[in-house]
């Protein structure tokens, strides 16, 4: 009995076949000390090159330490990692190989796998297919496969199950619609290209795949479009904490931050620089920025030019406290406790508005301020964070504003975050296929006017990419969308 | 065993060929009647027993009466989406049916035409009389052929190496999980007692297998109408143990031309010129007495008196599966209840001196003969209509294409092929294209050296795959997925429609087919090698013609945007790139033809300056090559991509696994892997891959599996 059969051609000429370069993650996902991502492929050297942000390559098969960058953002440093250099054919593919060790942690491995994912040419492993490489280059006998761990690594269909169970209700929903809103355009087009010459389809049927194909375009982009949340899960979240001189930011702050962090002062306008510390509030890291203080009138100019400073940078930041004295909170209301300046940033998403020491108010005052805080985040929008009632020195009210906090940022970046945590691999994995679909349908809808069969193609190729997510797109589920659509009837 | 890849030496060419057939006959010493024996004389069977005779087999087909050879049973048509690009597939590999098309086209048509080129699809209305004839008359002269009505009453095997005769039921114990070849077949039994002993045994009965035909709620055993059908053959086969499935088909009633009112109903003309499907033909004999098509469409009245009836139609009542995309019009009334109407060509099925029958398509129904007539005549013009035959369904057995290997020899029984409906599909295309691939392979099989020594190097095979063609395609789709519905090509089933076009299959086909010594017009070879040149020449005058980008956005006018990087680029770079078209496929199309669906809007670059105002000679190059050339160039970022993915395709299909694997040992595989890998057996890796629900850690599995075993 004969086995496996390789044909000799195949040998020979899978130098020049193989031309995509590929790369994962070979250890297990999950924390652990040491993370190491593999490349493999013609393209490593310039992968390489890109990746440590400079022209000379390490010293082959030489441990090197080195700084990983974004190669899109190169002033953007991922990690501080172990790199080696294999050249081929010495490697265990036999082609131009690197190793990647980086730091474990699933947030830096993540970005890790998100910069290589975004580089042109370089796609993710599909499973074993380092073992498939190193076979096909005469690498190994099969018998060798038996001890490989990459093929126990190999993501495996009921892992990619699993993964889709663990997104949640929510996310596996929106993937499988997208699925079954491909497939129906899929089976609108197809229909066209295969009867529309000699059946009497409607006439919208082209103009119809092409709604839906925008429709999962645009919502692919706004889903991977995640607010910087790869960043924030590794470098934190910028967090501004703002508001009117003397309004109990820094008292804030150093309740946050249980130590000295600012110069605390009851003298109006002496915090004048932004200070900046590193915090942990349910799992993510917080960098939180202490402004400076405003008032409306100062003659000094360098508190003016710190108060536009810490204005913008309460902009920019990716949430922001702004601190409110609640007694002019509940002198004035608490739009009109602020000065213009600062009320646009009430109606900005991600805020949380503070009204402090809420000590110094009568139970009755209290209620009264409760009252004025409610009917205020009734009128935030769904972005806002609402309004917390606090002292930082009696502590009162702080386990609902953290909780506040916690919650609005869980809303923001965690659902997701926190599975992806757990699932570096498949997170980056699914983002790649998000973005070859978002890639593929943007083509689609370039090419649809002028040819449709190559706009066909460009849709195959767009639910193939949801597929690798979701399931694969057969060419029987676009049939049984086709027939049920249209009366093919000839 | 069969494991040979679809590697192809180009430099046997026909030497090798006539150096087989030498061998062949100094071989048929032993007590063989024929090489190969064909049983069937439908569109499979024709392409079986001439490639098996091409091959070099001395071959004989055997059908129940030889007048209805080469008989066109539905529709008065070849070709179509798809289906075009199939038969231009058997004519590269040098088969009949797109010349006898040629020769007997009545209409010729591009479908597709305002689509982009990979989904061109040749039609044409075919003359039942004439197809036949000329079918008849080229196998009755084709050398290493012969003719022979009967009526095969079983097929006979012998088992491995025992020498004594067996009847098929000796198989019908075995496990069909162990689905070994366990039996190799020597001959046929015909009805008269008539025995032929042949090498190989090829089955090409299309629905004569146990089939049925209903009208109304009357059913009688029949493949065709007036003609038996196979009990004996089907009973064989079951015996033996092949899976079984069954389907059903239908077609509609045939009309009486003369009373038709053609005089209010939109008219469908040919194109002129018209193109022909064969590669060796330049022009069609009836070019200029293109018939036309009529368009006219059930109504409201017909579609409620087929409802009122729908207790008479056994068709609705079953639950045996027919096709979706034909469906009868019983079931296009009752699954698209909203639609008041569908719309019905009227065929004629030939010249006027022929036939004046026409052929209504879109109406196939089962109802009885009287409600039939009653319904007709409520459509437009068709107030008076005669009906000569009234339309039917047909029920009939087919096989799981699932015990079949590539080259469609049976798993089960060694040397025993099938072609056609038989292996579940529908279409004469589809029959002729599997008709060839079977015969071819009953053919070089039969003829390989006997030789002991030898018998351990396989035949050479003509194997196709997916990337090579729809007929890879059809195939590959048959053999791991199997049926539910009579199988049906469409484009949208090839992954390569842009590469595996109908325009490029002699391209694809032709030197492979000949290196096997299939091609035995030698014209073929030198005709492809002068278009291969003529392409040449072409494109090297567009590659001739260079310009700055600022001259070609004077020249090509406002919009064209070419990146100005100063880089001067050729006419063929600006068509790669879409800036540069030619109008080679608009303007067939007759302005009278007033029944076309409505085109889509003109895309914008029909407006600019084309080819032939750049280049200057570009108009002195034929037609044909010219759109051959436009093609190659408007796809070429999408083919260079294809090739890629072709090339990783092929490596998994050149990773070869046994068949014989008992799966269950494989600890790894889940239980619904084992059953699915159990039921197909795949003998690549890539098909295992393609097999639903086959997981990548199940593959890999497999894989170390096989390893250890070896």
Redesign the interface.
Known sequence: ???????G??RRT?RW?S?DTIYALSTAPGKSAIAIVRISGAQTPSVLRRMLAREHLPRARQATVARLVDPSDPSDTLDTAVCLWLPGPQSYTGEDMAELHVHGGPAVVSSVLGALGALDGLRMA???EF?RRAF?LGKL???T??GISD?LN?????QRRLAVRQMGGALQHRYSTWRAQLVQARAMV?A??????????E?NT?TRAVQLARSVRKQVAEHLDDRRRGEILRGGARLAIVGPPNAGKSTLLNALVQRPAAIVSPVAGTTRDIVEVTLDIAGFPLVVSDTAGLRQHTSDLVEEEGVRRALAASRDADLRMVVVDCQDALNHGIAHALAPEYRELLHLPQTLVVLSKADTLAPSELKHVEHISREFAAGMGSDGWGVAVVSCETTQGWERMVGRLAEGMRRTWGAQGVAAEAMPLTKARHREHLRTCAARLEAFARVV??????A??EL?AAADAIGRITGAV??ED??DAL?SEF???? | MW?R?A?VNRNLGLALAHGRRRLSAATAKDNHDFDVIVIGGGHAGCEASSAAARAGAKTVLVTQKLETIGEMSCNPSFG???KGVLVREVDAMDGLCGRMADLGGVQFRI??????P??H?PRAQVDRVIYKRNMQETLSSYPGLSLKSGSVADILLERSSEADEQSLKRLASQDSASAQESATVVGVRLESGEIIRARKVVITTGTFLGGEIHIGLKAFPSGRKGEAASIGLSKSLKDAGFRLGRMKTGTPPRLEGQTIDYSHMPRQLGDMPPTPFSFIHDSVPYADRQIMCYQTRTTPEAHEIIRANFDQSIHIRETVRGP????S?ES?IK??SE?QS??V?LEPEGLPEHTDLVYP??ISNTMPEDIQVKFLRTMPGLENVVMTQPGYGVEYDHIDPRELKRNLETKRVGGLYMAGQINGTTGYEEAAAQGLLAGANAGLAAIAPMNHELSASTPPQLVLDRSDGYLGVLIDDLITRGVEEPYRV????S?Y??STRADNADIRLTRRAAALGLVRDVHRLARLDSVEADMAYAQSLLERVVMSPNVWESRLGEGTQVCRDGNPRSALDMIRM?FLRDNVWTGARDPENTAV??A??Q???AMRPSVSDIVPEWSGVPLGIRQRVITEA??FG?LKQQR?EV??F??DE?????T?IDYAQIRVLSREEVDKLTLVRPDTFGAAKRI?GI????I?AL??Y?????
Not at chain 1, 192 to 201: H, K, N, Q
Not at chain 1, 487 to 490: D, N
Not at chain 2, 111 to 116: A, Q
Request: charged share 30%; glycine share 10%.
């Open positions: 009995m004969f086995a496996i059969r390789r044909l051609a195949a899978v076949l031309t599909q499973a074993g073992t096909d006998d099969l018998t496969l038996e093929v190999a993501e495996t269909e009921q197809e066209e290209v295969d009867f529309g010459d000699e059946e009497a389809l006439s082209v006017d002028d040819d449709l069969v190559l066909a193609e195959r057969g060419i676009v049939l027939f009366c093919i009837g000839k | 494991n890849g590697r179509g989406i798809g479908l597709n035409r305002s689509k982009g990979a989904v699809g979706r995309y034909c469906p019009l296009k699954r698209f639609k569908h719309i060509w398509n879109g469409f484009t949208s089933r992954e429609r842009l879409g669906p409505q889509r809007a895309p914008q670059w408007m796809y999408y890629l090339n990783s092929k490596r050149s990773l070869r696994l046994p014989d639903d997981t990548p850690g199940g890999l894989l170390r096989v390893q250890r075993q070896q």
